[in-house]
């Protein structure tokens, strides 16, 4: 059982900058993929970016350009480096774990940090 701890969220004024942090609990060497997933009030999560095991990213149209993926193996800790902020970003910010076992995926959650644009 991994678990995923986030950090970082805050309030910003837009244009702003915040990096949000995903501790695991264990080595996330072995982590096929993690992403950063976003919830705002009345809407549905959805996926904002994405890193394989190999480094390989993925981001949602809305934030290419403005927000950056990464993961430290050695400090078993993924980042999401969020720059030009703005007020549509404001959200619940959970980190994802996903874990492919012979062919079933074991999937984890962290608690959510909640990440503010406002002037």
């Known amino acids: 059982q991994v678990q995923l701890v986030e950090s970082g969220g805050d309030l910003v004024q837009p244009g702003g900058s915040l990096r949000l942090s995903c501790a695991a609990s264990e080595s996330i060497s072995s982590i096929n993929i993690m992403g950063w997933y976003r919830q705002a009030p009345g809407k549905q999560r959805e996926l904002v970016a994405a890193?394989?095991?190999?480094?390989?990213?993925s981001y949602v149209e809305s934030v290419k350009g403005r927000f950056t993926i990464s993961r430290d193996n050695a400090k078993n800790t993924m980042y999401l480096q969020m720059n030009s902020l703005k007020p549509e970003d404001t959200a619940v910010y959970y980190c994802n774990a996903k874990i492919l076992v012979l062919f079933r995926q074991y999937e984890y959650w962290g608690q959510g940090t909640q990440v503010t644009v406002s002037s």
């Open positions: 890193i394989t095991s190999v480094s390989t990213t």
